[in-house]
Nanobody, 126 residues
């Protein structure tokens, strides 16, 4: 099992940047594909970005492509989400999630992720 703790959320003006971190417990972090998801008030949780276990493959939702970058440091058991050119519509609670797999390919489906963090709030003001 793995436990996930997100940090780095906050309030930022439109056009600004934030970097989210997700620290994982355990010694097998490199065996997990990781994803970031978000949920805005009154909306369903949606996919944002994903990275495979080795960091060699990434995937992004169209709404964040070119603005957000997912990365990981397996030595630090941490996955990151660098968010640039933030927009008010990026306001949401951001969750990181883990799925135990050594597959090269990433996955966008919420149901494929067995482990979730508690979330961190990101608010972008206009």
């Amino acid at each position: 099992q793995v436990q996930l703790v997100e940090s780095g959320g906050g309030l930022v003006q439109a056009g600004g940047s934030l970097r989210l971190s997700c620290a994982a417990s355990g010694r097998t972090f490199s065996s997990y594909g990781m994803g970031w998801f978000r949920q805005a008030p009154g909306k369903e949780r949606e996919f944002v970005a994903a990275i495979n276990w080795s960091g060699t493959n990434t995937d992004y939702a169209d709404s964040v492509k070119g603005r957000f970058t997912i990365s990981r440091d397996n030595a630090k058991n941490t996955v990151y989400l660098q968010m640039n050119s933030l927009k008010p519509e990026d306001t949401a609670v951001y969750y990181c999630a883990a799925r135990r797999t050594l597959d090269y390919y990433t996955n966008r489906l919420l149901g494929e992720y067995a482990y979730w963090g508690q979330g961190t709030q990101v608010t972008v003001s206009s």
